[in-house]
């Protein structure tokens, strides 16, 4: 049974040059690039957008109760929606891809969670992505935690690995001829 994807999101109300601006504070939950942006979620499409509009709707929901899934509906089918979320979806894919994969080093398969906060116009259905407010949180995979020391080094610990082998050999070899010394002058 495939573990559940979950969103958490917080949301509040804002009164804007008499425009209602709800502000959300969204999380991908656990996920990959794969899932994530590319054609690997559900039905072949980018979770990206099914998460996205699950946050939607249920920060709707619970601002406007039953009339939060019609706003919805409504918002999702204008024109200034569909082009925001296109263009929010690019520009986090980009901010994802060209500064935090290289700056933390994540490869294809790390999972990773994004916590932002986005604002959707009530009136126009705009959505605006507050990059200032963006958090990436990921998991070191373990069979990366074997290269945290550089070669250079690694070598060097293994030299004196070697050298403190030798060492307590010959250690040894001398308590053990101290004893048998020992050992005669008791007799």
């Known amino acids: 049974m495939a573990e559940e994807e979950r969103t958490v999101e917080r949301a509040h109300l804002e009164e804007r040059e008499g425009r209602q601006v709800l502000v959300i504070r969204w999380n991908t939950g656990k996920t990959s690039a794969g899932r994530l942006f590319g054609r690997y979620g559900a039905g072949g499409r980018p979770d990206f957008f099914r998460l996205l509009f699950g946050a939607l709707a249920g920060s709707l929901r619970e601002k406007f109760g039953p009339q939060g899934e019609e706003l919805f509906n409504k918002i999702r089918d204008s024109d200034e929606f569909k082009k925001s979320s296109k263009e929010m979806f690019d520009a986090i894919k980009e901010w994802f891809f060209n500064e935090q994969a290289p700056k933390y080093g994540l490869?294809?398969?790390?999972?990773?969670?994004?916590?932002?906060?986005?604002?959707?116009?009530?009136?126009?259905?705009?959505?605006?992505?507050?990059?200032?407010?963006?958090?990436?949180?990921?998991?070191?995979?373990?069979?990366?935690?074997?290269?945290?020391?550089?070669?250079?080094?690694?070598?060097?610990?293994?030299?004196?690995?070697?050298?403190?082998?030798?060492?307590?050999?010959?250690?040894?070899?001398?308590?053990?001829?101290?004893?048998?010394?020992?050992?005669?002058?008791?007799?």
């Not at 998991?139 to 550089?150: F, L």
């Open 107 to 187: 490869d294809k398969g790390d999972i990773f969670m994004i916590i932002t906060e986005i604002e959707l116009d009530i009136n126009t259905g705009e959505l605006r992505w507050r990059k200032d407010k963006t958090e990436l949180y990921y998991w070191v995979r373990s069979d990366r935690c074997q290269q945290a020391t550089a070669p250079k080094e690694c070598k060097e610990l293994a030299e004196e690995n070697a050298r403190l082998k030798q060492e307590v050999e010959r250690l040894r070899s001398e308590l053990s001829e101290i004893k048998a010394k020992l050992a005669s002058l008791l007799k």
